[in-house]
């Protein structure tokens, strides 16, 4: 246990109310000079560090946004967390990071993020029910889906516009006049892989050219196994599209392994842009989501409801940019 | 504001002291089977839900681990965020997440971890002021500096055995009677970076083969732009080993892209087995960091500290393995 000081010894010393004392260090109410001065005083001498379990109480909020991530090995994703953390520092919160193994948060995760009366939650790859989602917003806990899109209109969501950017994706392939293609999903009950889809699907349909659809999970690995998967069923696209980057990269790989040429026998492109998209090794041809302008729209949101709960819900899309490398 | 309910309007309704209703969820204290029925039948009527907040104040202690990161981009720390995530939640404790862009942690990160009266800090690759961190032992919250050994013995911290790695690493690139070597360090301020350079200048010493050194800053670009700088300067060592694996990958790609032939013509190692290291682009020779020895190292320690505190100083250090690959 550590040595503590708290209110109650500051007000003994200072000879005043402990009220007295919290108004001095929390509430802006009025107190007289005289008072403050005899607090400050008596704080000072103690060693008093008012800390924010005491102002938590007494404000009845908090300064921590709870943030959940699962796909950490997904380079996207870190990056993502540097700027929250970058983002709310400048308000003043802090970031409870919480990491679930499961695609669906855990019980045991939204009761630390209650049991710590978070002013805020992120909730990034990982889904969570909408039963649980509403016990959030009964106890007025406003909540952001980020980088996904919901298919209620309950909740807040800021996301890329994955239809309009697949869309371009397959218009940018279609251009040159190319063959079947493939498409390589993430994690099927996510919005980004269906929406990316469909996008593709869409223009690809309207120019007649098939497609094949391979299921795989957002990982390096998965794309690496599909790619091998697809050559081996004797699938030649003439280009593979991959829900995301770091699949993409998989699938480069494994398509050099076999000694296929890309560009020039497979196109590959993937989506997000992440720092190894660029690098002389992959030069990858990808979609960039634009992560500065989705975390400033998470974080004017949840600061405007953390000053003012409106319960208010919106799908936010934005729209990001392609960027051509030499993998096309 | 949240709509609220706290002890007081409990003890109202449950027609008992305040200090009952404490009792009742946080003490373990004795309190009559009566006053606990009255209390948790008030309690539920009111959905009271007691919090962090009030247990942190009547127990002064809290479950918060203070973990303090900066390099995000090396893969390497989001898996030991994600390691020290899971580990701790096995035993109660969560994640407040501090992203610092300097090599030393600011004032402000400082005054977050002691208003938060955390448990515990870890620091990761960050540096920190002997006399801040004094401030945490006045304080009695244990910390611990991972992935880095202490010149002063007043802390606890805990890294792979940094020394004989690296002397292995010669014993293995000289055992094949290779010509001048290339070290190319991190950050130079860091124990990691300058005892993988002394283990390795030892053991090259005493067979009497030279080598270069060169600055770099455990990033990706950083090797890149130095393995440039070394062909430029016209270096052309049998052997380059970089102080981290993220490095030795853009070490990789800048010299592949000079048309410099791996491992015929310069073999390359890294440090860390990130991932990436064995991906087929790579197939990278590394020393095998332990991350979950090193892990369990600072949670038994850290939770050690928070049942009783002692502290009590060590350097702990973890051996780690070798790992062979395609580019020596």
Known sequence: MKPTVNAKDVAKLA?????????????GAKVTEKTRQKVLAAAQELGYRPNEYARS??????RIIGLVMKGIHNPFYPQVLKQFTTSFKKYGYSILFVHTNNDEIQNEDIETLLNYNVAGVII??????????????????????????????????????NLNASRKIAEFLTARG??????????????TSREREQGFAEVLEQRGIPYQKYTSDFTYDGGYETARRMLSEGDAPAAVFAANDIMALGVIDALRKSGVKIPEQVK??????????????YQLTTWEQPIDEMVDETVNYLLS????????????????????????
């Not at 109480?57 to 908090?62: A, D, H, Q, V």
């Not at 953390?306 to 096309?328: H, L």
Request: net charge negative.
């Open 305 to 328: 409801e953390i000053d003012e709960y409106t319960g208010q819900a919106q799908a936010v899309e934005v729209e990001g940019s392609f960027v051509e490398r030499s993998t096309t």
């Open 178 to 191: 190319e063959g079947p293609m493939v498409y390589i999903s993430g994690n099927e009950d996510t919005s």
């Open 124 to 161: 990034t790859d990982a889904t969570m029910s909408m039963n649980v989602a509403e016990a959030f917003k009964a106890n007025h806990i406003p909540l952001v889906f980020f980088n996904r899109k919901l298919t209620t209109s309950d909740f807040y969501s800021v996301c890329c516009n």
């Open 57 to 62: 109480l007494i404000t009845n909020s908090t």
């Open 268 to 281: 590959v492109v993937g989506f997000d842009n992440i720092d190894m998209a660029s690098w002389p090794a």
């Open 15 to 27: 000879g005043v109310s402990q009220s007295s004392v919290s108004r001095v260090f929390f509430d």
